[in-house]
């Protein structure tokens, strides 16, 4: 079945700090890929995605690249600032059942002034 | 444009009960998603509902029901609860544009806890 692995927090960095969340993922064909956030007391926002290999999603600093060789999607920010702190979902939908997300785990991410 | 909204936000009941949660889709989206969030198990899918027809069933007891209204506005049943049962209950909506790409639009949730 599809599956969605991410690095275990929680995270914490600080202001500035360049930032890597781990995400692999398990699926049959060629899945979209997208990460999501969730601010406390919050529902998830859609923070990038990618449809296809190579692709890089990108919003508010955020990057990552879709690697079909690795099977991954990191999460990365240059300069994390304390707004970044949530929780970051990686989720992937699969061709077929595209109606359905598979989500990770989440990592907590607290980024200190 | 008015995102997904979700009520009640909040609410407790105890085992045995049953409760009914609503959500009302960004105008114009056609499909509602529900998903269970828990500390232990993560963002689970229960189903999804598009033009009143359920379309796609996640791995839930028969006491997790759903149904869709023809303005898009969606109810999910959970009955006779049980304590694994709270939870928060994420509801989403996607455009018919992004129907083969799994973009979802997610509500705040409603936060259920069963003493």
């Known amino acids: 079945g599809n599956s969605v692995t991410q690095m275990e927090g929680p995270v914490t960095l600080s202001e500035e700090a360049f930032l890597t969340i781990n995400c692999t993922y398990t699926?049959?064909?060629?899945?979209?890929l997208f990460w999501y956030v969730q601010y406390p007391g919050e529902g998830l926002q859609l923070l990038l995605k990618?449809?296809?290999?190579?692709d890089k999603g990108s919003n508010k600093g955020f990057e990552a690249t879709y690697r079909k060789e690795t099977t991954s999607f990191h999460l990365e920010k240059g300069s994390v600032q304390v707004s970044d702190s949530a929780v970051y979902f990686c989720a992937l939908s699969a061709p077929g059942s595209a109606r359905q997300l598979t989500f990770g785990s989440g990592t907590q991410l607290t980024v200190l002034p | 444009k008015a995102g997904v909204t979700q009520t009640p936000r909040y609410l407790i009941k105890t085992r045995g009960q049953q409760v009914t949660l609503s959500c009302s889709p960004i105008?114009?989206?056609?499909?509602v998603s529900w998903y269970q969030q828990t500390p232990g198990q993560g963002l689970q899918f229960l189903f999804e509902y598009f033009s009143e027809t359920q379309r796609n069933k996640g791995n839930f007891p028969g006491r997790f029901s759903g149904r869709q209204f023809s303005n898009s506005r969606s109810e999910m049943n959970v009955s006779t609860l049980e304590l694994g049962d709270s939870a928060l209950y994420l509801c989403a909506s996607r455009s018919d544009q992004a129907r083969n790409t799994g973009e979802l639009f997610f509500g705040e949730g409603s936060r259920l806890t069963v003493l």
């Open positions: 699926a049959t064909g060629y899945p979209s």
């Open positions: 105008s114009g989206h056609r499909s």
């Open positions: 990618a449809t296809k290999a190579d």
